[in-house]
């Protein structure tokens, strides 16, 4: 090759070879970071007001090591509260007080104050779905009082709150099913939906104060707990209520979102109406299918299930085929109670949180059409009448066919 053709090459392979052995571009030392499991958001004062809860890598329940193996006694984590304009204003502004970089990959859960769920969250969102070390899988939650306070709450059984809030709301949706647990993702799917609405499971402290010394939590009962409350709706950006246990329950069964439930009901209503048996329900489906009713429409809404009898304390003999039949009217009967007294605070709410319109707009698209063009569908949704149908069956009844009771008075 001659020599034009040389340099030539030479000048070729310079950007090439830069690209190569560049490195990692953004590469950081883990001595650099304060690792986030937990963040929450208010609205005060016409500001953003951010707290993240950082592991902290100088206690030695931390797992992280630290000089001098750490101390058991200092806390498993920290909180940092700082306040901005904008929301990543005050995620830097932590660099004035920390000596660490806020690190966002390893979050687990993100609780919104009530105040900023009025204000509005749609900058949250973008800022999440934006940033390039936030997670969209962070389950959300929303607090009645200040979302800080929430994050300096310790817990027992665990050193990581963040992942214990996580396991909380994951044990609950698999055993109870009263809320759903609502990933960040998920969250924004549904507020970005034809129903336009949400719900964010409630995150409360049980007493007035918080637990936040590592002293504190050497007891065998905790004064003051994390618990999870209420149902938080969301309409647009905004909230707009709130849902009760048993109306949270409801709108489970209407939006199929039951993976197993344990049902408290009467075994002979007609006797006396005081729950005094339980039901496991195992396997549950919903099904709903709208109709429109010249001028407006009904929801079909079908479930089905069944599961085991775990309880019972009437006097009744389970060989009898009837009894078992009573049972699982009295089950059925309180279900659909529970889906209306739902249905009933959800349209007083005005929020889609069922997924009515996803329904219709697959269904009837013609019609959904013109409820789009003439931006009627908040009415439309007022009108809605529901026929839930409800239909459970008691596969097992445990280990014995009759009641205590029945032994006690033979």
């Not at 709450?153 to 396991?167: D, H």
């Not at 759903?180 to 007493?207: D, W």
């Not at 004064?223 to 709706?233: A, D, I, M, Q, T």
């Not at 009904?298 to 479930?303: L, R």
Request: charged share 20%.
């Amino acid at each position: 090759m001659n020599k034009p053709g040389r340099t030539l090459c030479l000048i070729l392979m310079v950007p090439l070879l830069s690209a190569l052995l560049s490195g990692c571009w953004d590469n950081r030392e883990l001595s650099e970071l304060g690792i986030t499991s937990g963040s929450a958001y208010d609205w005060e004062n016409n500001e953003w007001k951010a707290t993240y809860q950082v592991i902290n890598p100088s206690s030695g329940s931390s797992g992280m090591g630290g000089s001098g193996g750490g101390s058991t006694s200092s806390p498993p984590f920290l909180t940092f509260t700082v306040k901005g304009r904008t929301i990543m204003e005050a995620i830097e502004r932590t660099n004035l007080t920390s000596t660490r970089e806020m690190f966002f990959s390893h979050s687990r859960i993100t609780v919104i104050g009530e105040s900023l769920a009025k204000h509005g969250i749609n900058q949250l969102l973008d800022l999440f779905l934006r940033k390039q070390d936030a997670r969209e899988t962070v389950y959300m939650f929303i607090s009645q009082g200040d979302a800080g306070d929430i994050l300096d709450q310790l817990m027992q059984m665990t050193k990581n709150q963040g992942a214990g809030i996580q396991l909380m709301i994951e044990q609950e949706a698999k055993l109870l099913s009263y809320y759903p647990g609502t990933r960040l993702y998920e969250l924004a799917m549904a507020l970005s939906s034809e129903s336009g609405s949400a719900v964010l499971p409630e995150i409360r402290l049980t007493g007035p104060k918080i637990m936040d010394e590592t002293s504190e939590t050497g007891v065998t009962d905790l004064p003051s707990r994390l618990e999870l409350g209420r149902l938080g709706v969301l309409k647009g950006e905004k909230f707009v209520g709130w849902l009760n246990q048993k109306q949270a329950f409801g709108l489970s069964f209407m939006t199929d979102n039951i993976e197993s439930a344990t049902i408290a009901f009467a075994s002979q209503p007609a006797i006396s109406g005081k729950p005094d048996a339980s039901f496991i329900l195992q396997n549950s489906t919903t099904s709903v299918r709208p109709v429109w009713a010249k001028d407006h429409y009904i929801m079909d809404i079908n479930i089905k299930g069944s599961g085991v009898l775990t309880e019972l304390g009437s006097v009744m003999d389970l060989n009898d085929r009837a009894a078992i039949t009573g049972m699982e009217e009295s089950l059925e009967q309180q279900v659909t109670e529970l889906v209306n007294t739902s249905w009933a605070e959800i349209k007083k709410l005005g929020a889609d949180v069922t997924g009515f319109a996803v329904r219709i707009h697959r269904s009837d698209r013609k019609h959904w059409k013109q409820i789009e063009k003439e931006k009627s569908w908040d009415s439309v949704f007022k009108e809605i009448e529901i026929r839930p149908h409800v239909s459970f069956q008691i596969e097992r009844t445990g280990l014995s066919n009759k009641s205590f009771k029945s032994v006690q008075q033979e």
